[in-house]
């Protein structure tokens, strides 16, 4: 076991310094690579047979989602891979093995616009009547954290990692490092997102300096996932809005809303950061509204007169 070990943490600072994986990443590929370690009958490498991986693969399917299951896989893959690129083992035995399995469709979910809409205003209304400085510059950031989830359907993840130097207020663009190091630009196309994030620079310009991230809470340090979390179920609350609302519904919402409007489905690839269209494509079955206005004003049975 303790050659296990040895090659995991061989293997994750590759990984680290040579592929250069995000922490996420790293920490999955551990979790997962531990649990086949932990789970084997062997405690040599090189007896790992095709029969061993077989086994562990039907217990994954039996006690994982098939998309954990498949993510699983994946790391299991990558590491023998890189077990025979570095000729620790002689034969992969992952070679021996065909692994296919169809995994279900997932429609992302969104939010209804008159709910964003409705969202939004309770944030906007709480920066009004905010009883005191501090609830005030607390809600100014909050409708800043919405509005560029919204406007730029960026994952929770990138907006956290923003730095200031990533924002230009002044030609309305903003620079997302997103997953495998790929970086992109979004445009902010309205003034009304421009406007809150110029006031809570303003507001937050000590904060934001000191702590070299864009959006801090006031104690100065980088606002975190779950602060957003628990943000946005504060005002879901205060809204009396009953859906669970979740941080990637803003992304999936953008995504929808724009392939509704005819946007490119490329065009909207390149503001997700996806690696591939295949990804970008499960919004296709998203847009049944759109579906149905094509269908009932294009379709020509609405011409027949029977």
């Known amino acids: 076991m303790d050659d296990f070990k040895i090659q995991l943490n061989n293997y994750l600072q590759f990984c680290q310094f040579q592929k250069r994986l995000d922490p996420k990443t790293l920490k999955a590929y551990r979790i997962d ?43 299991l893959k990558a590491f023998f891979h890189y077990l025979e690129y570095r000729d620790i083992l002689e034969k992969n035995p992952f070679n021996k093995l065909q692994v296919k399995f169809r995994e279900p469709v997932t429609l992302p979910k969104t939010i209804s616009l008159s709910t964003v809409e409705h969202f939004l205003s309770t944030i906007y ?43 230009d207020l002044n030609e309305y663009t903003i620079l997302i490092h ?6 992109r630009i979004i445009q902010i196309g309205n003034e009304d997102v421009i406007n809150i994030l ?15 991230h864009f959006f801090v ?29 979740t941080p990637h519904m803003f992304r999936h919402t953008f995504a929808t809303c724009l392939l509704e409007s005819d946007v490119d489905i490329r065009y909207i690839q390149e503001m997700l950061g996806h690696s591939s269209i ?23 049975r609405k011409d027949f007169h029977i």
């Open 33 to 75: 690579l531990t649990q086949f370690f932990d789970q084997l009958p062997v405690t040599d490498i090189g007896a790992i047979t095709p029969d061993i991986l077989e086994q562990f693969i039907a217990v994954l399917h039996q006690t994982c989602k098939p998309k954990t299951a498949k993510r699983k896989i994946a790391s």
């Open 178 to 183: 997103g997953k495998g190091s790929k970086e």
């Open 198 to 212: 110029t006031k809570y620079h303003d507001v937050f310009y000590k904060q934001i300096n000191e702590c070299r």
């Open 125 to 167: 209304k709480q920066q009004r009547e905010a009883g005191t400085s501090y609830q005030r510059k607390n809600a100014i950031r909050d409708a800043a954290v919405i509005e560029t989830l919204f406007a730029t359907g960026m994952r929770i993840s990138e907006l956290c990692t923003l730095q200031p130097r990533d924002i």
């Open 278 to 300: 295949s990804i970008t494509q499960i919004y296709t079955h998203v847009a049944m509204a759109k579906q149905r206005d094509i269908l009932m004003t294009k379709h020509p």
């Open 217 to 245: 809470n006031q104690n100065g340090s980088n606002l975190s996932d779950q602060a957003i979390r628990r943000m946005i179920n504060k005002y879901a609350a205060l809204a009396g809005i009953e859906l669970h609302i």
